[in-house]
């Protein structure tokens, strides 16, 4: 279906500075809450660890670990007045504290409290990369990384275990949560913008590409505005547009969607409607079909509803949002209108409030035979349950279009209440080691096949 988001905006080059700064066309409102904040579904590490809603009516909800720098802060006026030079010391370890909680120093994520199924290892593949979220495997040992909040685009160079180098590609963007490869550019996508970095892998090392604006025509909204972004087997651009509320009935053709775009940004078309927050999608290797996770409402209480698995063999599906939740499950306000047959149930219920984001289909040959083609998914976790579910990679089992089956793959990043890391993307070496993007470490972890 047409629509006016296909109007091609190529070729115009960014007003700003790269690579370390940009004049965003579409700026964010002024005075606003940063809106890796305000929308609290799907939080980044960088927000109030306070978890009470923002937007809903919303139960207070049992506070984050607190960093220690917080507490301490009122002390170093005090310090600064009697010994400056001590003052810029506990300045020093302050920042040190809450790096810990965003993420620097490799040698302090516990990865070997990281549990995965016997034979295989993870350690810290990058780390100094806050809010890392979406992964873009590059040639030549480099991977795109996106975020939310931090508005930076990072290229990770890396000698197949871990990264060697980290540069910041960009800077200022708007919630640049979304990168994709193709002919050798890179595609960076804000809340309303698509950009293009042209032959970014050959200019790493010299004058970096000014991106050109492929599309400035998506929806503004921040709430569920962040996009996971992907080239299909069509070579189109799949492009996400969330419901820009917790629940709403919102225009069809330009929220609560997934869409396709050509490279150039021309011919929109919704591929799958009735999708609440999609943040992850790939397509079976054999069958090219589309796969999605789905984000489920929130305030339905602790147990319902799941996040979805999502399977899309063709174009103009609808999988239910607002009306029908998890395939059978009536929505209190808009299940009235619609009834959960008319629409497409997922093929997997994945949990209630684990925040199922990042998937990708296995495809490559270091794991054992039985993973090839699993699915695995990267849950951030919850953010608004009683007691705290997710923060780990799931593995589920194909038969044919059908899930045999879903299992933890690694988890540990929750302990109790307490949280060190919550998975954002998963992605594929081409050695077939795995890795696993967190935002609030603010690193990549690589799992391998040891063999054992
Ligand atoms: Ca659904």
Redesign the pocket.
Known sequence: MGGDIGMMRSDRTIPGKFPYGVDPAVPVAPGAVPARCADPVERGGMCPPALSGTRDSAPVMRAAPRTRAPAARPLLSQLATASPGLALLVAAWLATGTAFAQGTASARLPVERIRLPPGFVISVFADNLPGARSLAVGRDNVIFVGTRGAGRVYAVRHDGSRATRVSTLASGLNQPNGVALRDGALYVAEVSRILRFDDIESRLDGDLPRPVVVTDRFPRETHHGWKFIAFGPDRRLYVPVGAPCNICAPDPDRHALISRINADGGDYEVVAR???NSVGFDWHPQTGELWFT?NGRDWLGDDSPDD?L?HAPKPGLH???PF????DLPDPEFGRRRACGE????VAKLGPHVAALGMRFYTGSQFPAEYRHNIFIAEHGSWNRSSRIGYRVKRVVLEGNRVARQEVFAEGWLEGERVWGRPVDVATLPDGSLLVSDDHAGAIYRIAWGGR
């Open positions: 009735g999708v609440r789905d979805e999502n999988f239910g949002f029908c939740h998890q395939g629409f497409v149930a997922p």
